[in-house]
């Protein structure tokens, strides 16, 4: 480890309290706190620590991010709380084996595309994108997913409210370093989408984020590992994995 990756564990050390936040509550209400459902939560108590606690994290996270790029910053917050609270001495390289050790997973993305409708294609294959029309999405979903229950739950959703879908295919470690890089790439495409039409106006609802009905949340997201990712509903998050 270089100096600045133990300038950073160490005032890490120095902000971070573990020990039971219900007890400490009574006396002192932390500003941020860490629970995994163990004996133990991590604390932090001011403001002040709280920003220190920023600025060594993101120490941490650029420099295992030249190694681990598919990880993400969330996931990599809570693996360094699970190891933290775990009783781990060597926080640095238990990270770097934890994320090492974890394959990366094919995530295939679909997304209602607004302001297009498929006449006649059921697909329309790109390099970069799968376009599917209504009468097609719910065949294709279940090309991707055996378990019929998964793919009816997620047509109900995104099924036939809409007239065009949108998939995309992106590889990581966790769901949310996929969601990331599949927020840029609907967006790339958005952007050149209105570059073809010309649309320099703007008064046009044409694509995945330039609408102003678009909810981010609708994406389903089904994984090579066999677990598919629905869209939120009332902000509750549903995952189902291969039986």
Known sequence: MNSRINEALSSLKSVITV???????NKRRPVFVRRFGGDKDAMILTREDYRSYRTAMNTIFNEIAKK?????????????????LSGSENLFNDLINKFSKIEKRECRFIKPLYGVEMIEEKTI????????SKSHIH????????????????????????????????SAKDITKAREGADALYKKLDNALRYMMGDNRRDMGLGVFNYPANIRGEAICFASDGSILLP???NVQITRHKQ
Do not use: W
Not at 125 to 132: G, L, M, P, R
């Open 232 to 234: 939120r509903i009332n």
């Open 68 to 84: 681990e790029p598919l990880i993400s910053y969330q996931f990599f917050e809570d693996s360094f709380f699970e190891l933290l």
């Open 139 to 170: 065949e294709h979903m279940k090309a991707h997913c055996l378990d019929e229950r998964v793919v009816e739950d997620a047509f109900q959703h995104i099924g036939m409210r809409h007239y065009c879908f949108e998939e995309i295919t992106v």
């Open 19 to 25: 020990g039971d936040y219900l007890e400490l509550v």
């Open 125 to 132: 294959s790109s390099t970069a994108c799968t376009f599917i």
